[in-house]
């Protein structure tokens, strides 16, 4: 890629890798785009539309609702309740909040289960006031959305969501979290496909404190450190790179995924490369 356009979206740096630069028209189709998603998802936002299920029992979050909230409803069946995007509001008892206090103001709040919660076409109905925080799943999948608003070969990386439309094969090291100099794997990412990663040093405001909490305590993962997953979809990747932190029973089906625990040792099931820890 011989372009690349460098800018700042969901609050974290992206690029666009290009053979030839983006031109005015796509680049505004794709800005606008962000900004959508943005105004509608992001709990930062006051005048976010996902603001309102914070007083109100149904909300209308428009036609990206089914497939996004779709992959948490797997995500939710395969964790046993322990990803599910009702965990805004104890992150921001904890300090992750709009005003980024980064100091906790309590306990966590109850997380209400996502079990209780439907979706109505577009219209999410909840039990009760909460915050939705979508980020085990979002960014990634809208990585993915961008990458097919691009009209030529590219590479869009979203700050550790990577989708490859290059038309060649990718090969990314897995940043180690301990020293972001070193690696403790390197993958082959297949043109058409996504490598989307977490860590919980990523959003850490204290030795205890970080952005993956598991939803049936409203505390923060303990034993996986890392974990990152890859595969055509790349919403269900991104989601599956949370979900690797609280089981190893993922299914792969087209799709792989790794872990790191606090130990140093890697689960891993189906990477396409090697891992060294």
Not at 116 to 124: I, M, P, Y
Not at 179 to 189: I, K, Q, S
């Amino acid at each position: 890629m011989t372009s690349e356009w460098r800018f700042d979206a969901l609050g974290t740096p992206w690029s666009i890798g290009t053979p030839d630069p983006i031109g005015p028209g796509p680049r505004a189709a794709i800005t606008s785009r962000i900004e959508q998603f943005d105004r509608t998802w992001s709990r930062f936002r006051d005048d976010a539309t996902v603001h309102a299920l914070r007083h109100d029992a149904a909300v209308d979050l428009g036609p990206d609702a089914p497939s996004i909230l779709a992959v948490y409803d797997r995500l939710f069946a395969l964790t046993g309740g322990a990803v599910s995007p009702l965990v805004g509001g104890a992150l921001e008892q904890l300090g992750y909040g709009g005003g980024y206090s980064l100091s906790p103001s309590g306990e966590p709040v109850r997380i209400p289960s996502w079990a209780d919660c439907e979706l109505d076409g577009t219209v999410l109905r909840v039990p009760g006031p909460v915050v939705l925080d979508i980020g085990a799943v979002g960014k990634g999948w809208l990585a993915g959305q961008v990458a097919a608003m691009v009209d030529q070969p590219c590479v869009v990386d979203a700050s550790g969501d990577l989708v490859n439309r290059s038309g060649h094969v990718l090969r990314v090291a897995l940043e180690d979290p301990q020293d972001p100099e070193l690696a403790v794997g390197v993958v082959e990412v297949p043109d058409g496909e996504a490598l989307c990663g977490s860590a919980s040093n990523r959003r850490r405001w204290s030795a205890d404190l970080h952005h993956v909490l598991d939803a049936r305590s409203g505390r923060p993962t303990r034993e996986v450190v890392a974990a990152w997953a890859g595969g055509p979809d790349a919403g269900w990747a991104d989601g599956l790179a949370t979900a690797a932190f609280f089981t190893a029973e993922l299914p792969v089906a087209g799709h792989w995924w790794a872990a790191l625990g606090r130990d140093r040792r890697i689960v891993a099931h189906g990477v396409p490369g090697e891992v060294f820890a």
